[in-house]
């Protein structure tokens, strides 16, 4: 959903389109998505939280970053003393880091501006592990991670088996991948 206003998210699309279906259910779709979050922290927020909402199905959107584990540890004794919107000021909420976080957002809205973020990032990245995975030259790291998330996936399958919910994994595919199937 990154430079996407709510109401164009897939969660919100999804939402909408089940409930236009005019089968008497009121349907509830749960976002749970996290910016700079990875598969190592989904997982335990659908055990911790997730299956407490009582879902009737579960879906997890994957893309390919979502190989690199967060080292979570570092990042709350990096953070821990920041604030609510730490990841994205990094500092305490006053009512100018608010004016700040809100311009943030407002250019977060900014689909060209997002896409020439992610350029920049991608030309001066070099050989990144998500690069490495894409074109298939991996790397110790890399392939570490991809078994790492594989267990990862195997708990979320394994975990709405054992609750007799259908799980669905959504592979997004990587802007590479959009313009090599053109």
């Not at 999804?14 to 749970?32: A, E, H, P």
Request: glycine share 6%; aromatic share 12%.
């Amino acid at each position: 959903g990154q430079a996407l206003p709510d109401e164009d998210i897939i969660t919100t699309r999804w939402r909408d389109k089940l409930n236009s279906l005019g089968d008497d259910c009121d349907y509830t779709v749960v976002n749970m998505a996290a910016r700079a979050w990875s598969t190592n922290q989904q997982y335990p927020l659908l055990e911790t939280v997730g299956l407490g909402l009582e879902p009737d199905h579960v879906v997890l959107f994957f893309y390919v970053n979502d190989f690199k584990a967060v080292n979570i540890e570092r990042r709350y004794e990096n953070y821990k003393d920041y604030g609510e919107y730490m990841f994205d000021i990094g500092q305490p909420m006053t009512p100018e880091i608010m004016r700040k976080w809100k311009f943030r957002q407002f250019l977060r809205q900014s689909a060209l501006i997002m896409w020439t973020y992610d350029l920049i990032r991608g030309l001066r990245g070099g050989d990144t592990m998500e690069a490495q995975i894409l074109y298939g030259n991996l790397g110790d790291e890399a392939r570490a991670a991809i078994t790492d998330t594989i267990g990862y996936l195997d708990k979320f399958a394994e975990t709405a088996a054992a609750n007799d919910l259908p799980f669905t994994l959504v592979l997004i595919p990587a802007s590479p991948e959009l313009r090599e199937a053109i």
